[in-house]
């Protein structure tokens, strides 16, 4: 019998095949076949600059070297891959690292969960928790939220288009105005006490209020380092627990490990996904503080949360951490990419843009509807990676790995100023 033979596959065969449901691959339509740092190839060997990075998944770049060396080496010496919660050798090191590297020195005692694989998975826990721990159903979440897209992440998301994706509806959940949602006229944090403290308000004491330092999907929205203090002497005085959903804001995202460091404050939950695997691979982790880990054993578990090739790379992606090299950077850089939004916005003035973000974390929001998206597709014409966010995707969002050099950085802003100024001319 003959073999079988095969072309190579294109684009064709993903629109014949895939979901309908996809939605990276038409915003960028090649096929990649390579990716080193923030460089990634296409099957034609074209070169993109990546300011996506995975959703921010990648942190530490595509294929880093020091991680794949680790990896390669646990592979070929027949490491455990699989282990559902059983102890493995490549889990009980990540965790000491993670003491020793991370909870130690910020004075943290959080004991670590590992809900499942990914950031929706990582809030599911911390949520399922918190309505355990304080026998209440309601969960405060904030406008523009984006906690993920199973039913409990979703319910404490804002977006209306994801949310409309359930199917049923979507409970136990209030929202309120995040910081600087009306403006500098009103002051959230007042608003949220009155609503609390007022018996005719009709909003419950919620179990939990879960928050985003700076939300990512949602535009890049900046929380204040007073207004997320204040929200934590609200909890503390209200008798709510405090969840930060860092799983696209932290491991160094903002400039420090974690992204609510700078407003020094101490959130009950912490959710991390993302990058916290290093490599890109799938894991999740969800800290909690000592006093509240009241699960019971197998209360909350999963086939996949034992993924031990990413325990492997997220120990050794904590080096990166030993030191502020990385963080140093990381802050120079945003710097950097602050300065050239904030000109670019002067530079063309009718696109209404304002500069919003965090470390390399950042973006324009247009006020011309359709402008983001029609930079970001003329970005990729001309080899450079980026995604909108946003309700109305009117954010162009500045993803790039952390390790990026400032050759990389300044070969992708240049690209993203030549794509605005051809937009501006149409």
């Known amino acids: 019998m ?18 309908e449901v996809r939605s990276y691959c038409r915003s960028f339509p090649t096929i990649f076949t390579q990716a080193y740092n923030y460089i990634l190839r296409n099957i034609d060997g074209r070169e ?43 889990k009980a090191n990540f965790l000491a690292q993670f003491n020793e590297v991370i909870l ?30 304080k026998n209440r159903k309601t969960i405060m979440s904030f406008t523009n939220a984006f906690h993920g897209m ?8 804002g977006n209306k288009f994801k949310r409309d994706g359930a199917g049923v509806p979507l409970e136990h959940t209030v929202f309120v105005p995040f910081d600087n949602y009306y403006g500098d006229e009103v002051d959230t944090v007042d608003y949220i006490a009155k609503l609390l403290n007022d018996k005719g308000s009709g909003i419950s004491v919620p179990a939990a209020i879960i928050l985003e330092t700076v939300q990512g999907e949602g535009g890049i ?8 203090r204040r929200i934590a002497e609200l909890c503390q005085r209200q008798d709510i627990l405090l969840i930060v959903d860092d799983v696209q804001a932290g491991c160094g995202r903002t400039g420090t490990f974690f992204s609510f460091e700078e407003a020094g404050i101490e959130p009950d939950i912490v959710c991390l996904s993302k990058s916290i695997g290093g490599y890109g691979l799938p894991m999740a982790i969800t800290l909690i503080k000592p006093e509240l880990d009241i699960w019971k054993p197998g209360e909350h578990n999963g086939t996949f949360r034992g993924n ?18 990385l963080s140093t950077s990381v802050n120079s850089h945003g710097r950097t990419v602050r300065l050239f939004l904030e000109d670019l916005a002067r530079k063309y003035p009718e696109m209404k843009g304002e500069v919003r973000g965090r ?66 001319n149409n």
């Open 2 to 19: 003959e073999a079988l033979m095969f072309k190579k596959p294109g684009m064709n065969i993903i629109e014949e095949l895939e979901s």
């Open 48 to 90: 993109y600059i990546d300011f996506f990075a995975g959703a921010g998944a990648l942190n530490y770049g595509h294929n880093n070297p020091k991680l794949k060396k680790k990896l390669i080496d646990y592979m070929m010496n027949d490491g455990i891959t699989h282990s559902l919660d059983m102890a493995t050798s490549a």
């Open 104 to 133: 130690k020195p910020r004075g943290l005692k959080y004991k670590v969960m590992f809900p499942g694989p990914t950031g929706s998975n990582s809030v599911e826990s911390a949520l399922k928790l918190a309505r355990k721990v």
């Open 150 to 157: 199973t039913l409990g992440s979703l319910a404490v998301t």
């Open 221 to 228: 929205n900046v929380a204040d380092y007073d207004w997320l």
């Open 308 to 325: 031990n090739l990413a325990f492997i790379t997220a120990a050794e992606a904590l080096t990166y951490w030993e030191n502020d090299e």
């Open 359 to 424: 470390g390399l974390m950042q973006g324009i929001a247009f006020g011309t509807d359709g402008l983001a998206d029609q930079v970001c597709r003329v970005a990729f014409e001309l080899g450079l990676i980026m995604e909108t966010s946003g309700a109305d995707k009117e954010v162009v969002k500045i993803m790039p790995p952390l390790t990026i050099d400032n050759e990389g950085l300044m070969r992708g802003l240049r690209i993203l100023a030549d794509s605005v100024e051809a937009c501006s």
